[in-house]
T-cell receptor
Framework: QKEVEQNSGPLSVPEGAIASLNCTYS??????FFWYRQYSGKSPELIMS????GDKEDGRFTAQLNKASQYVSLLIRDSQPSDSATYLC??????????????FGKGTHLIIQP | KAGVTQTPRYLIKTRGQQVTLSCSPI?????VSWYQQTPGQGLQFLFE???????NKGNFPGRFSGRQFSNSRSEMNVSTLELGDSALYLC???????????????FGEGSRLTVL
């Protein structure tokens, strides 16, 4: 069974700095990786996806994937108070029974201090 | 375009009862997944339906079941409720099934179930 590990935080970052969120996963056959953001009392929303090793940038967000180390990260540049939320790492892949549903980590609570 | 709609939003049940939750996906989305979210366990996958067929099932007991209708609307049922079933149940729809690996899920606001 896949496991996705994240530091629960809270991770406190001053406004304007870079927030770095990390995630490790246990299953080497995992193929697709995602970052979801969940504001308090709201449902998760997809903010980044990454499928191959390296970096993927989208605006202030950069996702990094290292399959050899089974490691995914999310960098948020120029952090804003509106970035304060819980960030969920999610992993998808095949197992013996076929394609699985997404496996989520428990999330990292990020606080951007004005 | 309307988002994913879940009903009811809140409900309270007692142990031993059963509950049915409903989900209407985004128009045109044929894949519906259900997740349970609790503070201790986070988001846990329950099952996925695509074109009325269950594609995947998570590690939950048989008391948890679901189905999908021809209009892609989905329901999940929990029988013989236990205190530990208290959670936020989230439905998510996607234009593609899980085999595509895209992982792009659009979540509803959830149904918060309290079991007393």
């Amino acid at each position: 069974q896949k496991e996705v590990e994240q530091n629960s935080g809270p991770l406190s970052v001053p406004e304007g700095a870079i927030a770095s969120l990390n995630c490790t996963y246990s299953d080497r056959v995992s193929q697709s990786f995602f970052w979801y953001r969940q504001y308090s009392g709201k449902s998760p929303e997809l903010i980044m996806s990454i499928y191959s090793n390296g970096d993927k940038e989208d605006g202030r967000f950069t996702a990094q994937l290292n399959k050899a180390s089974q490691y995914v990260s999310l960098l948020i540049r120029d952090s804003q108070p509106s970035d304060s939320a819980t960030y969920l790492c999610a992993v998808w892949g095949y197992s013996g029974g076929g394609a699985d549903g997404l496996t989520f980590g428990k999330g990292t609570h990020l606080i951007i201090q004005p | 375009k309307a988002g994913v709609t879940q009903t009811p939003r809140y409900l309270i049940k007692t142990r031993g009862q059963q509950v049915t939750l409903s989900c209407s996906p985004i128009s045109g989305h044929r894949s519906v997944s259900w997740y349970q979210q609790t503070p201790g366990q986070g988001l846990q996958f329950l099952f996925e339906y695509f074109s009325e067929t269950q594609r995947n099932k998570g590690n939950f007991p048989g008391r948890f079941s679901g189905r999908q209708f021809s209009n892609s609307r989905s329901e999940m049922n929990v029988s013989t409720l236990e205190l530990g079933d208290s959670a936020l149940y989230l439905c998510a729809s996607s234009p593609r099934d899980s085999h595509s690996g895209t992982g792009e899920l659009f979540f509803g606001e959830g149904s918060r179930l309290t079991v007393l």
